[in-house]
């Protein structure tokens, strides 16, 4: 399956298809190109010192047809604080745009909506390297560089990027995002200039160890050793090329690595009339979930989440996902699988158990007889206890045989209902596996007060 990577790949039908599907027009869209010349005429009105520039997977030619995210850096002169900067772009956008959102981050950036594009405008400091950033945004217009560097020296290497964006999609694990956890586009571009385009990247990917390490450039000597412990701690390590201090994946988490891994396993055993299915995105389905495990009950939790930015929301969710999973194991029940997808509209978590009740009683280990102290509270809080190889054990009734009585408890728990508006949990016995999550449902919804009290609490958290 490898190839060349100092020439241009053969491609598999599929994979041409693919390309024809997910490839936009080459031209800027009208709307992109009219807002940012009207951010410019401002600008120079105001006499202010900064130059507007397209940043992102759009300025490298590496957008896929139907993504509407478009960033754009407006990058100020170095005598500019790093403080005043976005206070001058906020007024200057108010100029130009109807309705701005600000944004408050690390430096605080703003949306703007026309049609069917959202635009992020990015208040940056013009540097030439690195070491004068003062802020990590700075330094995006130099990966936009870099990338665009090396795919002026191979042209194909726009393409294999976007069918590496379209693959990491469809498996679920694109986007740096904390509720994803995956690879970013800037983490795929390096990967593609680092292996030299989409097959090569699977084929490597396909063999990588437990951690993987890498340096397009050959910055340090030992990354592992010369970057920080907080910065390794992921199974994939990036030396950033034009900031070595960095490693570009470290948002990258365990589960997405190696969904990654199994992917692209299993894609290079596949047959052409297979290889479709790792191109294309479907939403969650909980016939399908329930289908792949015939033998097991399943509970469905569907919620509805809070306003606000994508990836804050996402997080809060993922918490909820988290928080119910934790207390299933905590109460002995055995989860099979489990999964779980956000969109800004809806969650959907789901679990797989076996369908047999718990026991009615369930033993609780304690502490080593020999600390009296730590033995006489745990005696103290259950009614009989024994010693077993030198622990103390209780036997207590149990309060959850079965999992939705659980997850409903769960759910209207202070922690859910700070994180989300709404959520259901429906149960799915292992012969309902086409059935709609109906059959047992319950609501935790908040009052009308409560909700807004709650979303403006994170609104401000934002």
């Known amino acids: 399956m490898l190839h060349d990577n100092n020439g241009p790949p053969r491609r598999t039908t599929v994979e041409n298809a693919t390309l024809r599907r997910i490839t936009p027009p080459e031209y800027i869209p009208a709307v992109v190109q009219r807002s940012i010349t009207a951010v410019e005429r ?47 772009l906020e007024r200057v956008l108010k100029a130009v745009f109807r309705k701005v ?18 635009f992020e405008f990015v208040p940056v400091l013009k540097i030439d390297s690195w070491v004068e950033a003062r802020n ?23 393409q294999d990027i976007r069918l590496t964006k379209q693959f990491c999609k469809a498996m679920k694990v694109y986007g740096a995002e904390s509720y994803i956890g995956g690879f970013s586009g800037h983490v795929v571009d390096l990967l593609n200039i680092q292996y030299g385009g989409f097959r090569n990247v699977l084929e490597a990917a396909a063999s990588w160890p437990a951690k993987t390490v890498l340096d397009p450039e050959s910055r340090l000597d030992n990354p592992l050793t010369q970057l920080n412990d907080a910065k390794v701690f992921a199974p994939l390590v990036i030396v950033d090329p034009v900031q070595q201090d960095r490693n ?19 894609y290079q055993a596949s047959s052409p009339d297979e290889q479709a299915r790792f191109f294309t995105v479907t939403p969650f389905s909980h016939k399908e979930f329930c ?4 033998g097991d009950q399943a509970i469905i939790v569907t919620i509805t989440p809070l306003p606000g930015k994508k990836d804050v929301v996402g997080a809060k969710c993922l918490k909820v996902h988290e928080h119910v999973l934790r207390g299933l194991l905590d109460n002995e029940f055995t989860v099979t699988a489990s999964a779980w997808e956000f969109t800004t509209k809806r969650a959907t978590l789901a679990y ?22 730590d033995a006489a509270r745990f005696a103290a809080t259950h009614k009989t206890t024994y010693s077993k190889d030198g622990r103390l054990h209780a036997i207590e009734h149990r309060r959850y045989r ?26 799915i016995g292992p012969s309902e596996s086409g059935a709609k999550p109906r059959a047992t449902q319950r609501r935790t919804a908040m009052k009308p007060a409560r909700r807004k009290e709650t979303i403006k609490k994170h609104n401000n958290e934002r």
């Open 42 to 88: 401002e600008i120079k009105k105001q006499q202010i010192l900064a130059t507007v520039t397209l940043g992102g997977s759009t300025a490298k030619g590496t957008y896929l047809q139907g993504d509407h995210d478009i960033d754009v850096f407006v990058r100020f002169a170095t005598s500019y604080t790093d403080k005043e900067i976005p206070e001058i």
């Open 101 to 118: 959102e600000r944004v408050h981050g690390s430096r605080d950036y703003f949306h703007i909506q026309r049609e069917e594009y959202t």
């Open 136 to 158: 990590v945004t700075d330094m995006s217009p130099l990966h936009v560089a870099y990338v665009l560097s090396k795919i002026r020296a191979k042209p194909w290497l726009s």
């Open 248 to 266: 570009s994946a470290a948002a990258v988490t365990k589960q997405a690595y190696n969904r990654l891994r199994t992917a692209a396993k299993e």
């Open 291 to 294: 289908a792949a495990h015939p």
């Open 352 to 373: 797989a158990l076996p369908a047999q009740k718990l026991s009615v009683e369930m033993m609780i280990v304690g502490p080593p007889v020999h600390k009296t102290k």
């Open 402 to 427: 079965e999992p939705l009585p659980l997850v409903r408890a769960l759910l209207g728990k202070e922690y859910v209902k700070e994180r989300v508006v709404s959520a259901r949990c429906a149960r």
